[in-house]
């Protein structure tokens, strides 16, 4: 063998070990994925039962309604969603007349035959609809769309003696045709169609919930633009991926003047993400962590970190320079320290004044809030209708002496008397921390505070069987609109951690709710607010406004107040 010869087999051996053993070049992924995270575990995804932030922004992924907010209207604006418009409404205001989007499907899933999702109908929300009237169901959002609907307890009464059946019709909901839904009232209620775009009426189908059993809050089933991959109770990650059959929708084409520069993809269909994956981290200091380390891509700016955001009450430069945004809405929620005014001793109305009193929410907002918070006056955010600037609340002062003589008004002299009060909240370390200085004040007065904490879906538990003396949540609101908050403390099955029992505050929530004209409305929603402050069925906590950090790799982020449905509009970069 000539040298010639062996050189050709030594560049053919040293090309085979090159080719074999040089490191491959991965092909690029473009799967879009969107990391957030989730302050707590969920009990289940079934909108009939659903109460909490967490779930609400879960089943907003899967689940869709016959309205939604508009994405990028500021103040927020109800729009058509698997309607084909806004309704058609009776002369006297009673009757609603929708038309149904045709063409849209139900997720494909086992529970169909042949695994193929069916088409919406109208008779698809007559079912959910009818399902939240049972009370196997449990919903706690029955009493609120029974004071509404025409003939809804009717039915409720027939479902309890006869179980399970739905034969029997609601008066007031009626598929006049596959595509045609009709409501009707027993009185005008002008904001009714705000209870079209709340997660608890989310449509459902009969086929999922009967295949499914008690193991459908598990097994999500919707029109929605993401499907469910994989969800366990335990779980601490839950996957959604892109709905490959969603019908065709839209990114928005107009918006209020301030989020014009978000219109860049006006007219694109959405949802644009592949997946969302959702990481449960029960506390705060590791989600920051995990943000700053790129591994989610979106988190709230809460008290526990607001002096690593902010200096000079604007966005740290360094942020800044990594390409981190601060996205702001105004604060549409309330955070409180609630009391079950129907237990000894917080049936008791000069010992709720009292204590507080006696709380310092100036050195709450410094130490929490790194004083950015809002301190209100009242139970109306400032954004909401019946919101009075000038209304004074002789209890949100800190003034331990006054706070002294109306504990002793209350029969309980320097605390004397009066049993430990516990306080129930969930695992979080920021309520535990928050709650001791919420004790430390009360000890001052001469009150014993004893703090339990408990997972959130055990929390919520106590709260909706009112198992509870005080409790430390807050209200995230549905709709922006004042009766929103209200309702919680009309319907006592709603579980917000405050209840009380108030026959001339139902009465007047009742009417205020059907009121048209707007001055009479404000009127009445400041004189229920004023109501509120004197019989203080909460402990009032300054409130940060809605923040948001958003890194630079996620695109058309807005903070969604209401829907919980803002993902299908959002795009990153893969």
């Known amino acids: 063998m000539n040298k010639f010869v062996r050189y050709l087999l030594f560049l053919a051996v040293l090309l085979t070990l090159v080719i074999n053993f040089w490191p491959k070049q991965e092909g690029k992924n473009t799967e879009k994925v969107l990391n957030l995270s989730l302050d707590s575990k969920v009990d289940g995804m079934d909108p009939a039962t659903v109460t909490s932030l967490y779930a609400t922004q879960l089943t907003g992924k899967v689940y869709e309604n016959l309205l939604e907010y508009h994405y990028l209207k500021r103040p927020s604006e109800l729009i058509p969603n698997l309607a084909e418009s806004m309704p058609t409404v009776s002369e006297d205001g009673l009757t609603y007349t929708f038309s149904i989007k045709k063409g849209v499907y139900f997720h494909d899933n086992v529970c169909f035959p042949n695994g193929k999702g069916k088409e919406l109908t109208a008779e698809d929300f007559v079912y959910t609809f009818k399902r939240i009237a049972d009370p196997a169901v449990r919903s706690p959002h029955f009493d609120q769309l029974a004071n509404s609907i025409k003939g809804y307890r009717a039915f409720n009464k027939h479902v309890v003696i006869h179980k399970g059946d739905y034969s029997y019709p609601v008066e007031g909901i009626k598929a006049l045709d596959r595509y045609t839904l ?19 009426t989310s449509v459902v189908a009969k086929e999922a919930v009967e295949y499914y059993g008690d193991a459908f809050v598990n097994h999500p089933v919707g029109t929605g633009p993401f499907t469910l991959d994989h969800f366990n109770a335990q779980s601490n990650k839950i996957v959604f991926s892109k709905n490959k059959n969603f019908r065709e929708k839209y990114y928005p084409t107009d918006a209020s003047p301030a989020l014009q520069h978000m219109l860049g993809p006006a007219g694109k269909k959405v949802p644009f993400l592949d997946k969302i994956i959702y990481h449960v981290m029960h506390e705060e200091q590791p989600r920051w962590l995990q943000f700053k380390n790129k591994v989610i891509d979106c988190v709230e700016v809460v008290s526990t970190y607001t002096q690593q955001v902010f200096e000079n009450g604007t966005l740290k430069q360094e942020l800044k320079q990594q390409g981190v945004s601060l996205v702001e809405e105004a604060c549409s929620s309330m955070y409180y320290i609630g009391f079950n005014c129907l237990k000894k001793p917080l049936d008791n109305q000069k010992l709720r004044q009292a204590m507080s009193l006696a709380f310092d929410r100036e050195a709450y907002n410094k130490l929490f809030c790194d004083g950015l918070g809002i301190i209100y006056p009242s139970f109306i955010p400032s954004s909401f209708v019946g919101y009075n600037p000038e209304l004074v609340n002789p209890y949100i002062t800190y003034d331990l002496e006054k706070a002294r003589q109306y504990l002793a008004d209350a029969g309980y002299p320097n605390g004397k008397g009066l049993p430990t009060l516990t306080v129930n909240t969930s695992i ?118 809605e923040y948001m950090l958003v890194h630079k790799r996620v695109k058309n982020y807005a903070i969604d107040l209401y829907s919980r449905g803002a993902e299908q509009y959002v795009d990153v970069d893969p």
């Open 428 to 545: 979080a370390t920021k309520h535990r921390i928050q709650l001791e200085f919420f004790a430390k004040c009360m000890d001052k007065l001469g009150i014993k505070v004893e703090i339990q904490q408990s997972t959130f879906p055990e929390l919520l538990k106590k709260l909706l069987e009112k198992d509870y003396l005080i409790s430390k949540l807050g209200s995230i609101t549905d709709f922006p609109d004042a009766s929103d908050f209200f309702c919680g403390l009309r319907f006592k099955t709603v579980g917000g951690g405050i209840h009380m029992e108030d026959p001339t505050f139902d009465k007047l929530y009742d009417q205020a709710v059907q009121m048209e004209d707007f001055p009479e409305k404000t009127a009445a929603y400041e004189k229920l607010n004023g109501m509120l402050v004197e019989t203080m069925p909460a402990l009032l906590l300054p409130a940060l406004p």
């Open 182 to 200: 009709q409501f009707t009232l027993i009185t005008k209620h002008p904001i009714f169609l705000h209870a079209l775009a709340r997660a608890s």
